[in-house]
């Protein structure tokens, strides 16, 4: 059976993010969307469709010749009920949720056609109907889903808890049952794990410096770093490579990211690459307590996220200044600098240079000096396809300079 993700029109409502990865990458919980159904249908060789200013930057893959094809609509996130009823299709038919194509199977010769044309299947199936699916219909979502995403994927995890595998330091342990520890985890003397409201589960390869306090549900993903005297509160996920510390609550960094110093972070998504200088804080909350208001990136809407708490969201390779405050709802592209001596504006375009005296242009030459750099030292490549893909969102840019 070839698995094969695709992204429909509504992947849009996920940029910045999305501008620089495929909808299936997205992180929300401890693994990646495309993580989360290949270990729910013990998977492990999957392809998916792309924008063509993605390829050679993200796998495409291929079709088995001769097998048929489950179709997966990125926006959905497995669940038991879920997994069952697609494994029930058969050829030819579509699983429907309020007229959105979940799941669909078709055979081969009608499957390697849309895969060729990077395309994917909408008409000329029998749809099943199935309710009660669990979708990501806006990006303020990932927020809101990832303190329960955490604890589903607990169970799609091979990490034991440590009741069974013993923690091994001299650290403060509230439930241990639900605490789980992976394989060559550095945890420095004086650590708190509180796991009495949600799991906390520490991957492989992961560092745990010394005096910091975790409140589940939190993931600390492969290779992180969570830094001295850190408060990291529930529904945190710290991506792989990442280091954090500070006050973190609510928020998901996906990789490679550093927020390495104090300051608070509520409620907010950083893609890759994200660097928050010292004391750079997030609002989360408006003084008035009403409903925040995100602007659509591509619109430039306003749009209502019926949400009291939403930080910021911020595409790749951005960066802010020590000191930097940025406002409740905050929007920002990709490859922006941000250095402000004020509350940020509410949208910040891609490669934009912000400081005191207003936007300007991002030099694309210098930006990817810095890319270069910070890439280098986690011994990552800037491909010229890296390139390509980042030259494709500064020709889009609509911002200012």
Known sequence: MNICFFSDERSGRFHPLTLTRPMDDLRVGVFTIREKWERSLAVSNTCRLEPEYLKGVFRKGTLAEGESCLWINSRFLPSQDLIQAINELEDGQGLVHEDDLIAARTDYPFSKDFFRDNNYPESGLEKVEFSGAQSLNNIWDLVELNAQQIEADIKRSNIEHISNSGLGVEA??????????????????????????????????ATIEAGSILRGPVAVCKGATVKMAARIYGGTTIGPVCKVGGEVSGSIFHSYSN????????????????????????SNLKNDYKEIQVIDWDTKSPIDTGRQFLGTIMGDHSKTAINTMLNTGTVCGVSSNV??????????????WLGPQGPALYRFDKALEVMKAMMKRREVELTPEYQKMMKNILNNRKGDG
């Open 172 to 205: 403060v342990v509230q439930n241990s049952d639900h605490i789980y520890i992976g394989q060559n985890v550095n945890i420095e003397p004086g650590c708190i794990f509180i796991a009495k409201d949600g799991p906390i589960i520490i991957e492989d390869g």
């Open 259 to 282: 927020k390495a110093h104090d300051g608070f972070c509520g409620n907010s998504i950083f893609g890759q690459w994200v660097n928050l200088g010292a004391n750079t804080v997030t």
């Open 339 to 352: 250095f402000v001596d004020d509350l940020s504006p509410k949208v910040i375009e891609s490669f934009t």
